[in-house]
């Protein structure tokens, strides 16, 4: 397809383990975003890739979460053991250009951490 | 600190009716904003957008209405339909920012 990829689209994890999501961003879009809901809540930003800049990563919450993007395309966000509050939906979404527009989001990743 | 938020929650509607989605932000610096529709199980979705000088903007069916002085958005669906039902985000981007700030969101229920 032509959108935005993320995969898995539901991980369920034991708290202490560690996971890796995966986006696949439409072909062509350099920059690329990693956010998070949680239930019934708004998109809380986590990190910002622009081209071979360096990463905005002022929205991770701690030191388990890091992100990475291979070659201007694939990302993947890690999380290092997980606890439960980690529980949400990772989205990720990519836009053709740096500053105003419209991002194409995925459809998410729903990390559940027992 | 700065940030976006929405007056009501849950928005319920009849077929037919025009629906309007209230949006606060605080960030004086902001000057892009935009609207995304987020289907259940669905990432969200760009709506419209508009800058900082305009005050009105109108796509098909939807017109965004902005009011700096007191630093209110607002979203109007004319003639709202069942397949209008989702949850409604607002989102602001300060001046030299990339990095859009999202809303809490409100829920719209479209009735049959």
């Known amino acids: 397809g032509a959108g935005v990829s993320q995969s898995p689209s539901n991980k369920v994890t034991e708290k202490g383990k560690d996971v890796e999501l995966r986006c696949d961003p439409i072909s062509g879009h350099t920059a690329l975003y990693w956010y998070r809901q949680s239930l019934g809540q708004g998109l809380e930003f986590l990190i910002y890739?622009?081209?071979?800049?360096?990463?905005?990563k002022s929205g991770l919450p701690s030191d388990r979460f890091s992100a990475e993007r291979t070659g201007g395309s694939v990302s993947t966000l890690t999380i290092q053991r997980t606890q439960q509050e980690d529980s949400a939906v990772y989205l990720c979404?990519?836009?053709?250009?740096?500053?105003?527009?419209?991002?194409?989001f995925g459809e998410g990743s729903r990390l559940t951490v027992l | 600190g700065e940030s976006v938020g929405l007056h009501l929650p849950t928005l319920s509607v009849q077929e037919g009716d025009n629906s309007i989605i209230n949006c606060a932000y605080s960030n004086s610096a902001s000057d892009y904003f935009i609207w995304y529709k987020q289907e259940s199980g669905k990432g969200p979705q760009f709506i419209i957008d508009?800058?900082?000088?305009?005050d009105k903007r109108q796509g098909q069916r939807v017109t965004v209405l902005l009011n700096k002085t007191v630093k209110h958005l607002s979203l109007q669906i004319a003639a709202t339909q069942p397949g209008d039902s989702a949850v409604y985000f607002c989102?602001?981007?300060?001046?030299?920012?990339?990095?859009?700030?999202f809303g809490r969101g409100t829920s719209l229920i479209v009735h049959p």
């Open positions: 890739f622009q081209g071979n800049s360096a990463p905005d």
């Open positions: 508009i800058r900082s000088n305009m």
């Open positions: 989102a602001e981007q300060p001046g030299g920012s990339y990095i859009p700030t």
């Open positions: 979404a990519s836009s053709l250009a740096q500053g105003t527009g419209e991002l194409f």
